[in-house]
């Protein structure tokens, strides 16, 4: 065969086999089946259709591809499969398992990033077919909550005018309903608005409503007796009236002690003020006396005795009250004895 005629039919199998596989996926991109799972369980996501199976004989490889939206032209590749004998009939790989005997791929424990428009394949010699389906994951709900939000007590009539917000702490795109027991739909402000408006009385005693909240894999629902609500309760007034008891007495406490600090300071500066006069009481007396008799003009010293005799008799100054310790005082004296 001619080379140029040769070049020229390669390149139109080319051609043809590029405009096949961009209008396949684009036409299969936009007519992806929806599969709805629920969040952080394993997930089987079915890549194939009537006949497909019948097809994989004649192909020899298998690539499965994710991408965020159906426009994006960035795929990120999951897995490349080479069909031989003897190959394994499971693979494993990066959080993914897939079954070549359905066709069908595995996620395990799923989360938020698998989310996203999944394609596969099937590669032949000249022909490629292709299979999409779009993932949806979604947190299932917990049990409602119940919160008054608004209350206005009626004392005229006995009702009271209730706003309540009913929420969950997990799950996404939730939506809640209200209803009462017996099964009456009960109109939100908002379509599946999580808060609901409501006036009450003495009647609505026994009533219970019912708060259901519920995303595409979970639904949940908790009946609340609004009417207590409305009702002021005696233990939060026992409470308000402990709490205010207790700041009362922490207040007086407060007071007591600082009237005792300045009492003590107070006395503690005047008995420094009065310890130097009581020190000054403290005296010292010194008296002699000499012996009576005539002058000797010329006496004989006598070295070993004193003519004169010196007591000593120490006396102690009555204590003022306020003072804390006495002061002593004390004398000197010498007392003459008279002759023999």
């Given at each position: 065969?001619?080379?140029?005629?040769?070049?020229?039919?390669?390149?139109?199998?080319?051609?043809?086999?590029?405009?096949h596989?961009?209008?396949?996926?684009?036409?299969?991109?936009?007519n992806?089946?929806?599969?709805?799972?629920?969040?952080?369980?394993?997930?089987?996501?079915?890549?194939?259709?009537?006949?497909?199976?019948?097809?994989?004989?004649?192909?020899?490889?298998?690539?499965v591809?994710i991408?965020?939206?159906?426009?994006?032209?960035v795929?990120?590749?999951?897995?490349?499969?080479?069909?031989?004998?003897?190959?394994?009939?499971?693979?494993?790989?990066?959080?993914?398992?897939?079954?070549?005997?359905n066709?069908?791929?595995?996620?395990l424990g799923?989360?938020?990033?698998?989310?996203?428009?999944?394609?596969?394949?099937?590669?032949?010699?000249?022909?490629?077919?292709?299979?999409?389906?779009?993932?949806?994951?979604?947190?299932?709900?917990?049990?409602p909550?119940?919160?008054?939000?608004?209350?206005?007590?009626?004392?005229?009539?006995?009702?009271?005018?209730?706003?309540?917000?009913?929420?969950?702490?997990q799950?996404?795109?939730?939506?809640?309903?209200?209803s009462?027991?017996g099964?009456?739909?009960l109109p939100?402000?908002?379509?599946?608005?999580?808060?609901?408006?409501?006036?009450?009385?003495?009647?609505?005693?026994?009533?219970?409503?019912?708060?259901?909240?519920?995303?595409?894999?979970?639904?949940?629902?908790?009946?609340?007796?609004?009417?207590?609500?409305?009702?002021?309760?005696?233990?939060?007034?026992?409470?308000?009236?402990?709490?205010?008891?207790?700041?009362?007495?922490?207040?007086?406490g407060?007071?007591?002690?600082?009237?005792?600090?300045?009492?003590?300071?107070?006395?503690?500066?005047?008995?420094?003020?009065?310890q130097p006069?009581?020190?000054?009481?403290?005296?010292?007396?010194?008296?002699?006396?000499?012996?009576?008799?005539?002058?000797?003009?010329?006496?004989?010293?006598?070295?070993t005795?004193?003519?004169?005799?010196?007591i000593?008799?120490?006396?102690?100054?009555?204590?003022?009250?306020?003072?804390?310790?006495?002061?002593?005082?004390?004398?000197?004296?010498?007392v003459?004895?008279?002759?023999?």
């Open positions: 065969m001619d080379p140029k005629g040769l070049f020229s039919l390669s390149l139109l199998l080319f051609l043809s086999l590029a405009f596989l961009s209008n396949t996926t684009g036409r299969s991109q936009k992806c089946p929806v599969f709805v799972q629920q969040l952080g369980r394993d997930v089987l996501l079915p890549l194939t259709v009537e006949g497909m199976n019948k097809s994989m004989n004649k192909s020899n490889r298998i690539l591809m991408s965020k939206s159906p426009e994006d032209s795929k990120r590749k999951i897995m490349s499969l080479s069909l031989r004998e003897g190959s394994a009939s499971d693979y494993v790989e990066d959080g993914y398992q897939f079954h070549l005997e066709l069908s791929l595995v996620i799923s989360k938020k990033d698998h989310e996203g428009w999944y394609s596969m394949n099937l590669e032949e010699n000249v022909h490629i077919q292709s299979f999409c389906a779009q993932l949806k994951l979604y947190e299932q709900v917990s049990t909550e119940i919160q008054v939000l608004n209350k206005t007590q009626e004392n005229d009539n006995g009702t009271c005018s209730l706003m309540v917000a009913c929420t969950v702490k799950g996404d795109h939730v939506a809640y309903n209200w009462e027991e099964g009456t739909y939100s402000p908002a379509n599946s608005s999580h808060l609901l408006f409501l006036t009450l009385g003495p009647q609505h005693a026994d009533n219970f409503y019912i708060c259901t909240a519920s995303n595409p894999v979970s639904s949940r629902s908790q009946a609340f007796n609004l009417w207590s609500s409305c009702r002021s309760d005696p233990s939060e007034r026992r409470q308000w009236g402990l709490y205010s008891g207790l700041l009362l007495g922490g207040i007086v407060v007071i007591l002690i600082l009237e005792v600090v300045i009492l003590l300071w107070r006395r503690r500066g005047k008995a420094k003020h009065f006069a009581m020190e000054e009481k403290s005296l010292t007396i010194y008296a002699q006396v000499q012996k009576s008799g005539p002058l000797q003009k010329n006496p004989d010293p006598q070295p005795q004193d003519p004169c005799t010196t000593y008799v120490a006396a102690t100054e009555p204590v003022p009250e306020s003072a804390p310790e006495p002061n002593p005082i004390t004398v000197y004296a010498s003459t004895l008279p002759e023999s």
